[in-house]
């Protein structure tokens, strides 16, 4: 590009005067030849071709304003440079847009920052907007509520499907009560190699009581959901893509779910989910429990116009009182909880997103500042320009309007760009989080996130730029009329700011570090067995593959043999549910004589039912503590045994021995005594206390009824991992129509704490953030402290100062507002980690190491920021420095 110096006709210039034809033509008139000299001069001053092309942008930027601008507002010219407020206004804007043009590296830097910072608040607010305060995406969905039964001790139970009945035919509060089971996983066979399904069984009424019907075919009736009604389904969207070919009709379309053949008759929309991600629905009336004391549902309510939930809460606790008469012992409930769908969907994932949102608001006062620092720096580069216009009668509020403006249209660019990164950002976390954080499927970036972003870019404007623009105008003003204070002012300014960013990057890094060393806790928590060095086969035997216990038995023992001679298994074992899943069968245990299942006084303890061969203690490295294990003549047919672990065993018989008792259990469905041979050490989920999972274990060899859904679990000689295809493969063999989900025992754990994971991946990538912008913020505002004294230290040293002096009095000083700033964020840390308390396992939210390890990563950080510019200055030559004063 060539200099528009050399007289009016360079090509730049001639193309800028084009530009100008876009103007009006009074303003062309009046400004044209004033702009076009200004373009000139900046042109000249503007050095380098990157410079040069920041100048040709911001003049096409000024054009295109005054354009914009008088089509807009239809101001004439003198309006808009008169004393108007709009005038003022939109001039100082135009002035601020070329100002940025003028200083690229400042403006990007200070708009990346503020980007960084509203972007990161922004991505937290889309979620929290989408999973908190966003209503259920279905119809009326304020009426919608949950029903739990209540126990005598107040505790909330899943309900019984009797009581469902009940509750339909007394109740007067609700338009629609339904029921469904929780998620299950069968093995869908028919449409391709065979997979597993999340499968969910819902009760009559079920898609109407929601109020969304399926976008293709239709519902089931109620007749169909009646007990000995059709094999009939409704499937998802994505379900009907992926496996049955997108076909635009459902006649005939099947496919075989367990030991039955499924007929299609409905596809739901694309962004149906109803607590969780399921595949399939089915009827779950066709074959119910009709056992008043077991709860196995989950029920739905929408409640009828005009009742509340207060009121329909009073009726349904009438009605269980009533039942409660009618059927003594057998009903176990004495009241009925009633709870918004909203909440049970959302769950417990407001605390960690409310922390999360306010730990990003962390990160953008710390950026908004930093970018303060910067404008306080750039003032000084400006002093010249702002003491003229001073001069020339410009008071301190037209210099603070000026400084204002520039950092409105700055905060606007940064707000674009924090929008932008908050969109990549929550493109990622879709990709990353599922499972993660609840109802991620329905949040994105609409129009209150859009006024969010813009809420934020106002926020900065008043963080960021008045501050400095109030300093920068006060200093001006006293150097004008001679005063001495303005430099002090200043320097008590960056000083503070230091403070300031210490405090708030301390206060995040804690928050991450208690997060940190909670996973770590987890993962290293003593669960009595070792999950580490696992392998873990799941499959499903379909009943019409395998019809009698001598097949189904069969196959397990075939199974176990062939993955036991793969080259690198150490040992093998059998068992219906891995230790740190909760067991799918949990009951009441009963001791001899007093066995009445409806006598609540019958219930010695509840525990968890597993069948289990010998191999599953040795595999898993659970400890035999007393007794014997299973031996091979524990079989069908054979006496009785079981296994109870230690709680089970402390709860039953304290300070007594269990070896030779007698119990019974709910979940044994043939109700017979069992005599226990052995106890083992209590394994248990990382989130258990020890003591609290009682569990008994039976020879699955002697209960074939309940070896259906089962793991074989290998434990590896070396690399777990390297175990995975082998034992795909190898069980592939066996029978190809059976699925395997084959992973790490290790892998599970670490799924069952996704969201702990979420919180302490994105409070990390915060704290990450925060210590990046501190250091920037630190080195920057040190380093114009220390310019600011260059002729104070180029005395120092010619009257015979040494560098490590002039280092310990700069570094002094600036540690000095470190120190301040971490004993805030200490204090601060102190207040905000109490949030964490419900996040946190086996650490407490004052944890000295954390807070210790913390301090210490600040103050390094802060350490290398504060000495860097100071070491710097130390090295200046006195001569050269006094000789430019």
Known sequence: ???????????????????????????????????????????????????????????????????????????????????????????????????????????????????????????????????????????????????????????????????????????????????????????????????????????????????????????????????????????????????????????????????GTMVVVGVMPADFQFLTDADIWFPLEQSPIDIRAAGNHWVLGRLAPGVTAAQARQEMNSIAANLKREYGNDELAVGVEIRPLRNVVVGDAGRPLGVLLGAAALVLLLACSNVAGMLLARGKLRETEFGMRVALGAGRGRLVAQLVAEGSVLAMFAAGGGLLLSLAGLHFVKLSGAGMVPRLGEVSIDGSVLLFAVACAVLTVLIATLPPSLSVSHGVERAIRGGARAGRAKSLFWRMLVGLEVALALMLVVGAGLLVRSLSAIYNADTGYDSHGVVTVEFVIPGDQYPDAPTRLGFIERARAELAALPGVQSTGVGGVLPMNPTRKRGPVRIPPNLDIRDPAAWAAVAGWRVVDNGYFEALGIPLTRGRLFGPGDVDGAPNVTIVNASLAATLWPDQDPLGRTLRANWDFRDEDFTVVGVVGEARRWDRQPGRQPELYVPYQQRPEHADWMYIVLRARGDPGALINPVRQAFKQLDPRIYADVGTLDADIVESTADR??????????????????????????????????????????????????????????????????????????????LLDNMLFGIGHYDMLSFTIALGVVLLAALLASLVPAIRMARLDPVTTLRAE
């Open 757 to 834: 994971r979420f919180t302490t991946a994105v409070l990390g990538g915060l704290a990450g953030v925060s210590l990046i912008l501190a250091f920037a913020g630190i080195f920057g505002v040190v380093s114009q402290t220390v310019a600011s004294r260059e002729r104070e230290i180029g005395v120092r040293l010619a009257l015979g100062g040494t560098p490590s002096q002039v280092v310990r009095l700069l570094g002094t000083q600036a540690l000095v507002w470190v120190g301040l700033g971490d004993l805030a964020g200490i204090l601060g840390a102190v207040a905000g980690t109490r």
């Open 1 to 259: 590009m060539k200099s528009g110096g050399g007289g009016g006709g360079s090509r730049t210039e001639r193309t800028y005067r084009r530009l100008l034809l876009l103007l009006p033509a009074e303003l062309r008139s009046e400004f044209g030849d004033e702009m076009v000299a200004l373009f000139r001069a900046r042109l000249n001053e503007a050095g380098g071709p990157g410079r040069r092309l920041w100048v040709w942008i911001g003049g096409v930027l000024d054009v295109t304003w005054q354009a914009v601008v008088e089509a807009w507002a239809g101001h004439r010219t003198r309006q808009m440079e008169g004393t108007g407020l709009m005038g003022g206004t939109l001039k100082d804007v135009r002035f601020g847009l070329r100002m940025l043009a003028h200083y690229p590296v400042f403006s990007a830097l200070s708009a990346l920052t503020l980007a960084t910072g509203i972007g990161a608040v922004t991505l937290l607010f889309t979620l929290v907007n989408g999973v908190l305060l966003k209503g259920l995406p279905y119809p009326d969905a304020g009426r919608l509520v949950m029903l739990s039964e209540l126990s005598e001790k107040g505790s909330a139970m899943v309900v019984s499907y009797p009581n469902l009945v009940d509750w339909r035919e007394r109740s007067r509060s609700f338009e629609g009560l339904t029921a469904g089971y929780y998620l299950s996983r069968p093995t869908i066979r028919g449409v391709g190699d065979p997979f597993e399904a999340r499968a969910m069984g819902v009760a009559k009424g079920f898609f109407r009581t929601i109020g969304v019907q399926p976008w293709l075919g239709r519902a089931f009736t109620d007749q169909e959901n009646d007990r000995g009604g059709p094999p009939v389904v409704v499937v998802s969207h994505a379900f009907w893509q992926t496996y049955l070919g997108a076909a635009a009709r459902l006649d005939d379309v099947t496919f075989q779910m367990g030991s």
